[in-house]
Every structure is written in C-alpha cells, then in structure tokens.
C-alpha cells in the first residue's frame, strides 16, 4: 500500500456477518476515502464470554456479505494468529508492514464508552484515527460528549459518519437460528444461504456441552486448517466436525476424538498429488496404489508430525475416512458417517441415514445397531454412486460393509 494511504479498519467476531455489519461496512466506504477497508474477523478474542462459531463460518459470512465491493478485503490475520487477539497486535504489525499508512478504526458509537477498557487503549489511541457511526438510538448528544472527553484527555482523533439505522444483533440472528426460525431478513442473502445449508446454530448445544479444554483444542486445529484448505473444504471439514460431535454425544465416544478426526480428515486433499503419495507413503510403508484413497494415510501422516495427533483411533479414522475398513471402531464410524452426510453434502437420501446414525428414538441398548445400520446404507450409496460412474468398489468398503449388514 502506497505511503499516506487511508486504511479503514472492521474488526469483529462476525458471528455472523449480518445485515448491520454490511450497512455499517458500506456507509463508511462511502464516507471516507480508504484506499482498502479491511473486515478483519478476530480468532480467539480476548473479552468473549461465549463461545463463538468455527472461524470458518464467521470469516465465510463477512466474506460473501462483503465480495460486491471492490475495495473491501476479508483479512484471516487474526484467525491464523495463535492465542488471544488483541486490537493493539494487529495494528502495530499492519503499521510495519505498510510503512506511512493512516488506520481509521471502525465501529459504532457504542466504541466511545468501551475504548478505556480496551486493553493497551492508549496506544491505540496514539496509533489509529476512529471513524464512529451511530447505530439503532444512540444518544447523539452523549456520544459527541464522549468523543470530546477522549480528544481533551487522549489527543483521539474521531470523526463521525452516518448510515441507515440497523437494530440488528448478532445475538437475535443466533437465537433465531439456534430456535429454527428464519433470520432471511436479517442477513445477506448469501450468507442466509450458507447458514441454511451448515446449519452451523442448530450445535450450539454440542458445542456449551463440550469441556473447556476440549473446544480450545478444536478451535485451535480449525484455526490452522486455513493455510491447508481452502473455503469449501474447510467447511465441508467444520461441517463434518459438527455433526461429529452430535454423533460423539449420542453414542457415548470422545467428543475430542471424534472432533479432531472429523476436522483432520482432508487436511492432504489439496496438497499436488505428487505430496499425497508421498506422505501416504511415508505413513503407510508402502504405496497406496488407489489415487482417490491417497489423502487418507496422507492426512494421518500430517495429523501425526504436523498437528502432534497420537491416538491410533484418531489416525485411523482420519486414514480409512474415504473407504472404511473391517472391524472400524465407534469413533472411525462416526467419523466416515460425518464426512459423507454433514449438512453441506449434495446427495439425496441423507435424511434417513442422519436419522439412524443419531438413533433417534432408539434404545440406549439399541444404539450401536442403529450406527451400524446407518454405516451400511452409506455404504450402499456410495456402492450405487460408483456404479452409476463405472468406478471399482474398494475391497475395503465391500469388506467393512459385507461384516456390519
């Protein structure tokens, strides 16, 4: 960026990016002269007493909300970045990067009376400019009173823009969706479309159930899929995750397992071809003669040496993902169920094998019949998919499928 560009500034945990946020994003590219306007969606913050979504889902809505204007740019600086975000971080390193850049940090009115709460807040009042917009009934009056206090007391430089009133929360698109109503008029249509599609809200339960330590182990491995994957297969992975977890609730199994398997499992499939043999190789001791089984073993190489995975549950359902094996335990089971009916998966006929592979009304005693009952129907069409496209069935599968039915 060249010297003396104006920079603006959103960040946010987006969770999601909703129609507020896009009115917000909008108005001030219209106001002020940036150069770029950054939507930085933050990682880990620091003050969130919720457990926010997966950065997949959070950094995907503020992208597609935001791909019609040409001068916005979605930054995933904050969600690669280990540990805790703060504010101060990524501006100081912006500033290094693009020496000479002026930052305009942007936010609502609300941001006056939060800032000395902020922490190093000083400096970032030393560092940045503010561009404060009024949001839903903000008290104009108090809020230039506000201003004027932090100009006298910290030198802060603010200016104020307007945009259309927006009442929308985060958290009333959260209940909404976490209650099975339409947020269609809260959202940008396609962001209302992916969320319809993941139905990442419908977790949330899984996802408060869970201990402390395990979700900062799977937020942690979902964060570092980013430079592995890109979009779509991060969120068929996350998707995959999800419904893993369900599964891992229901029939009594790690949910730690089964998450980092589920989110782990196709962290080869974009590597070039001549990579997945290799590491497969290396995994395996020998060469998997199958292209399309590949990514497994070489998924499971870098589980182990990339992402410190020990468990030989864990690898093996990362490993034997695509094509299942004889003798499969209860978490590579749930794990192969996952990747292949989460909600983002095109195939029709799921509905029936979600619905055996989550036992609904079945028996504790009964459970484990229903998983393997809805293993061997995805088996059976994944067995007609192929056929339908002249491919050999994998001895594996047969085999898997021909001891479970």
Known sequence: MRTGALIGLFGGSFDPFHNGHLAMVEAAAEAFPFER?????????PHKSRRLSFATFRSESARLATDHLPHVQVSEREILTPGQNFTIDTIEKLLTENPGVQIQLISGSDFLFAV???YQYEKIISLVSFAISFRGNADKEKSQEQADYLRRKYGAKIDFFTMK???VSATEVRNNLMAGISASELL???VNELLEIY???SYAKVIDDLDEATWQKLNAYERRLFPYLGSERRLHSASSCLLGLELAAVHGVSALQVGTAALLHDLAKELPLQEQWAYAEKYLGYEEENPELRHGPAAAFLAREEFGVKSADVLNAIHYHTSGRPEMSTVEKIVF???KIEYGRPFKDLEIIRSLALAEEAAVSEKSQYLDQAVCRCFEEVFAALERSDQ?????SKEAYNRLK
């Open 392 to 396: 050999e069935i994998c001895p594996l």
């Open 116 to 118: 000395e709460e902020w």
């Open 37 to 45: 306007l950054i939507v930085m969606p933050v990682g880990l913050p």
């Open 337 to 339: 169920l996952a990747d």
């Open 188 to 190: 940008p249509a396609k």
């Open 199 to 201: 139905r990442p809200y």
């Open 165 to 167: 009133t927006s009442t």
